[in-house]
């Protein structure tokens, strides 16, 4: 599976961003998709996830509320709504991808056996 992350960009505190991660190969229904992030400097961390199937999902606390993770299997891409975006959200955003024999999502980084390149988000206060 190859992971393509797209729709960074800059956007103002309290404004909206919808990244997208295109995957490439047969599959894309059995797995489970996440998003992580990094600042320079700073280790890298979950943000969100989603089952494979869309209907379990999980969020970082200060995310809650303001992001949504989704998928359309059909067009093999997963997406993260980010909406009231704050200064502290700027960071590169990865997306991620782990097969799962069952529906469930995925929260710790090691699970996770293919990554994105990764998009930047700038928020500016």
């Known amino acids: 599976v190859q992971l393509q992350a797209s729709g960074g960009g800059v956007a103002q505190a309290g404004g909206s961003l919808r990244l997208s991660c295109a995957a490439s190969g047969r599959m894309f229904g059995g797995y489970a998709m996440g998003w992580f992030r990094q600042v320079s400097g700073k280790e890298r961390e979950f943000v969100a996830a989603?089952?494979?199937?869309?209907?379990?999902?999980y969020y970082k606390d200060s995310v809650k509320g303001r992001f949504t993770i989704s998928r359309d299997n059909a067009k093999k891409t997963v997406y993260l709504q980010m909406n009231s975006l704050k200064p502290e959200d700027t960071a590169v955003y990865y997306c991620?991808?782990?097969?799962?024999?069952?529906?469930?999502?995925?929260?710790?980084?090691?699970?996770?056996?293919?990554w994105g390149q990764g998009t930047l988000v700038t928020v500016s206060s």
């Open positions: 989603t089952s494979w199937s869309g209907g379990s999902t």
């Open positions: 991620a991808a782990v097969y799962s024999s069952g529906d469930y999502y995925y929260i710790n980084q090691r699970d996770y056996d293919y």
